[in-house]
């Protein structure tokens, strides 16, 4: 390799490579990692873009050259582009638009250098010319017919290089940052070369081309660039650092591991003086309490452990008037501390310092005796010695000479009398006094006061202050949970009062406390009241429920009357609340519980057990009530099974409800609750969304129950099953599609309504035969009528949840449709929001595989689910069918808003929509009016029979 531009293009090679794996490092660690990213992967080009040059200077042939520059155009092509993306990074400028069109001119110019036999560049090469360099150097260069298309490609490549230079001047100018105008120098040289390059290309100059050295250059700038961003983040980093120990409000102390002090913050040096916190002393030499104490932790963290520290007790010394510390003097009088002790251990874990971390928590400990004794005081037996008992804490607490309560005097306007009265730490008689031109009255007035000295100048006229030579006067009102003033709490010293805010917030939960006492006294069934209530709904709890039945039960035995209780459990509740948090759930509850307040009977307690469970109670009257509860339940449960909505999501809850009459279900509370709940789980296991009442022989609903599935196993074979169908019409009244209904028809229940039966399918796992033979059933059907010469709308057919489930349902969907002839066009099918909800992506993978034979989706039942945008987006459906729930309510004058907006989603997602359950004129008018022209229902035809249906077929 004789020469010096070949090595130096081997050379810049290199170098590339070198800043590729640097700012590869670099990217995990700096906050401008997609820069760095972007930055490595331009090295990395260039690292082929420099050999590729070389070895073109180096070809023996043309092909050889051609070959060496079919590879350059191929990588110059995705260097540009990522030199865009990179400089858009960096400034942070959007360019989405530019990197597209770079990646299309990019695509095309692939395209063009693949099919030009000379590369992009030249349309022809007529000979390869051996340059000799005024160094003795030869260097191979092509002659030839230079294409339109490199042209192009330089007019693409200036582009790029405009839009940096541009976004860069820009950038500095908003900025005036010195890394950006670094970036813009290599960039401009880069630039230079790069036309150099171009004109050496084009022939202009007979020299060759030396963009790679350009581009060298960009990579020492990104250096430079680099070094002083990683700089930078270094000092900031140790600047915050040093910022977050010096102001830290925590003391902060750094010892050696022979416990000398290395460093203390300013706040250690606050909390115990100067003196402490200099560097140099001995922790483990000293005769201070709180050092003493330390020993054993220190130990610990020696050994690399993590110790916690107090709270402890401490008086630090007053060193005042030591000349040393009297920029930071330590505190005086009894404080309290807690803190850490935790070794700092280098990568061998070997301990290098140890740190000690305290705050005072004197405010907070005082807090906490305050409320202690508080709890004291409330233990009380009595009015008169709770009330004592809290002025004599009150003063204990804060060595107040005179703690009062006091209230207006019954039958004396303007006159105060103390209800309390502690004096020099013993209570003594009570007293009245006038109101007027004393600081209990502006207490009484504008709320707490505080005069923290000079009380007497202020009230001069008040005769009290001055027989207590006050000199600082504190006062809070005591109100009750109305707001309405019940007297006031007073401390009165003979010495200015410290600690003015927290000595005030105790006061003022002393009062509250002792407004509440007065309350109590006052008003005792009102909070007792209050304690029979969930917080959560405001509904009475399980407490109330308990003493409350008891109570209605013993009425009930000794008069002969009848009473009623009801379990409600909500369905699917914990599915809210897994998916949409406890914040959701709780609004749904109070949701919920609004709903029972408005649908249960007026005389009825209405109660939360806790989570999801709910309860009503119908007090005991004279004749038996079962029809009634019945319909109270009932009534509950549709009102329950209606749409919750809270903000823009759309709740689904529904309930199951288990009911008992009382005394027959049980003589005590806890017999009626565990009659009421086996009656719940009755509901719940007859599949959901039911009242169930307590029976004493529930084995004739088992019974039922097991002849239902018995009577499923064979309802097949036997001939018990058919289909009825059910016209879909539009706006005009024309058919444009039909609904395959299930019908069984037993020997002796008789006919058996599907939503007695399906759920019990459901959970055996019988769902599979009778859905299979609703597909054959219906498909064949299907077939029979288009060979038959009649033309049949799309026949709609429901898919249970537990059918989709199944792994191999498409490939047996897509074999019947072979077995029956059928085109997939011909037929809907029909699932529900919420069974779509079991395994969401499986669903959609599933529905996704059944439109592509032609199948259309339809979503059944929406808005009675979660109804939530976020998966219906995604989903792949054609036709929403609007609950026939929803539609009944237009009948009664119900809101319209939640149709109006399934139809705006439909219309905006260009899906169909269908309304079920159109029964009445009114209902149709009012659905046209909101945009859905589609119906089914009663109105326009029953679900009819095969031989029905035929009938109505139009020929082809």
Known sequence: MNGVLAPSLYLAAGLAAYATMSHLLHSWQSARRTEHRLFAAMCALMVLLAIGSAQTY?????????????????????????FAAFVAAHTQTPARRLITGLLVLLVILW??????????????IDELRILELPWGETVALAVGTISPWFGFGVVVVFLVFGFALATLIRHYRRHHQATTLLLLAGIGIFVLFTVQGVLARSGV???????????????????????????????????????????????????????????????????????????????????????????????????????????LPYTPPDTSDAPGDRDSPAPVGERWLRGCIYPLQDARGEVQDVIVMQEDITAAHRSEEALRLIAEGLQARSREEFFQQLVLKLSNLFEADYALIGAE??????????????????????????????PCERVLDIGACIYPCDVQRRFPRDEMLVEMEAESYLGAPMLDSQGTLLGHIAMVNRHPVEDVDKAMEILGIMADRAGAELERLQTEEHIHALAYHDALTGLANRTRLHDDLTRHIEEAVAGGLHG????????????????????????????????????????????????????????????????????????????????IIIGERTFGVGASLGCVCYPDAGESSADALRHADIALYQAKRAGRGGVQFYRHALQDEAHARLQIEDGLRQAAERGELDLHYQPQVDAADRLIGIEALLRWDHPELGTVPPDLFVPVAEETGLIHRIGNWVLDHALDRLSQWQSGGLRPPRLALNLSPWQLSRPDFVEQFHARLRRYRLDGHALTLEVTESGLLRDLPDAMAKLGALRRLGVRIA??????????????????????????????????????????????????????????????????????????????????????????????????
């Open 58 to 82: 180096q070809a023996d042939s043309i092909d050889a050259y051609t070959r060496a520059l079919t590879l350059n155009v191929y990588l110059l092509g995705p260097f540009y582009v990522l």
């Open 111 to 124: 395209i063009v250098n693949t099919l030009q036999p000379y590369s992009m560049q030249f349309r022809s």
């Open 205 to 311: 100059f007979e020299m060759p081309q030396l963009a790679p050295f350009g581009y060298v250059v960009m990579v020492v700038m990104m250096s430079l660039i680099l070094n002083r961003e990683t700089g930078e983040r270094l000092r900031d980093s140790e600047g915050r650092f040093r910022a977050l120990v010096e102001q830290s409000p925590i003391g902060i102390q750094v010892l050696t591991p022979e416990g000398e002090i290395r460093q203390s913050n300013p706040a250690w040096a606050r909390m115990h003086g100067a003196q402490a916190a200099r560097a140099g002393g001995n922790v483990l030499e000293r005769a201070d309490a709180v050092d003493r104490q330390l020993r054993a932790p220190f130990e610990d963290a020696l050994r690399g452990q993590y110790r916690e520290i107090g709270p």
């Open 409 to 438: 005097a019954p039958g004396q306007p303007g006159v105060i009398e103390t209800v309390a009265l502690c004096a020099q730490g013993r209570i003594v008689e009570n007293f009245r006094y006038d109101l007027a031109e004393t």
């Open 564 to 643: 009623g209780l009801i379990l409600i459990d909500l369905d699917h509740f914990k599915t809210i609340n897994d998916a949409l948090g406890h914040a959701v759930g709780d609004t749904v509850l109070g949701a919920v519980a609004d709903r029972l307040r408005g649908h249960a009977p007026e005389d009825a307690l209405i109660v939360r057990l806790g989570g999801d469970e709910f309860a009503v109670v119908l007090p005991p009257r004279e004749l038996a009530l079962e029809s009634e509860l019945l319909t109270i339940a009932e009534h509950i449960l549709e009102a329950l099974q209606r749409p």
């Open 859 to 956: 979503l059944d039942d929406f808005g009675t689910g979660y109804s939530s945008l976020a998966y219906l987006r995604d989903l792949p459906v054609d036709e929403l069918k609007i609950d026939k729930s929803f539609v009944q309510e237009l009948a009664a004058g119900g809101d319209r808003t939640l149709i109006e907006n399934i139809v705006d989603i439909a219309r905006n997602m260009e899906l169909d929509v269908i309304a079920e359950g159109v029964e009445h004129p009114e209902q149709r008018e009012q659905l046209l009016a909101l945009g859905c022209t589609h119906f089914q229902g009663y109105l326009f035809s029953e679900p009819l029979s095969h031989d029905q249906l035929v009938a109505r077929l139009d020929p082809l």
